[in-house]
């Protein structure tokens, strides 16, 4: 599981549902929760939360600028890959974070990754969870 820390930056709530933004270091992750600052105590702009979110959520692209609506968007390079007979688990580095990937070894070798390599790591945004920092 990656788990990074953060602080929200903005909420956009209606309906019961929250579009929440939160900072880690210079990167701003979009999530959805089914609460609003209303319902839940830790929904507030300033709050720290921990964002946390499955190493097979993590996709991986070597195009470094997609035209897609995934909306969390990560700049890293390879530090390490660890292959698998069936999967390989890539360690990923985004100003001084890891954020961990599982893929397929069948796609890690389409894409030929190397460690070093500049990639970019996607996350759905309803793939993102936030939880109270403690």
């Known amino acids: 599981m990656n788990?990074?820390?953060?602080?929200i930056?903005?909420?956009q709530s209606?309906?019961?549902i929250s579009l929440v933004r939160v900072q880690s270091n210079n990167v701003t992750?979009?999530?959805i929760v089914l609460d609003t600052p209303e319902t839940s105590d830790y929904l507030k702009i300033e709050n720290p939360v921990k964002i946390i979110f499955k190493e097979t959520e993590v996709v991986i692209s070597k195009d470094l600028n997609p035209n897609i609506s995934t909306q969390n968007k990560l700049l890293c390079h390879i530090e390490s890959i660890h292959k698998g007979v069936i999967l390989c688990q890539i360690n990923l580095i985004n100003e001084q974070q890891?954020?961990?990937s599982i893929i397929t070894r069948n796609a890690c070798e389409q894409l030929d990754l190397k460690e070093n390599d500049t990639v970019l790591a996607l996350i759905?945004?309803?793939e993102v969870s936030l939880s109270a920092h403690d």
């Open 124 to 126: 759905k945004t309803n």
């Open 14 to 16: 209606h309906e019961g």
């Open 3 to 7: 788990i990074l820390n953060g602080i």
């Open 29 to 31: 992750f979009s999530t």
């Open 98 to 100: 890891v954020i961990k």
């Open 9 to 11: 930056s903005q909420i």
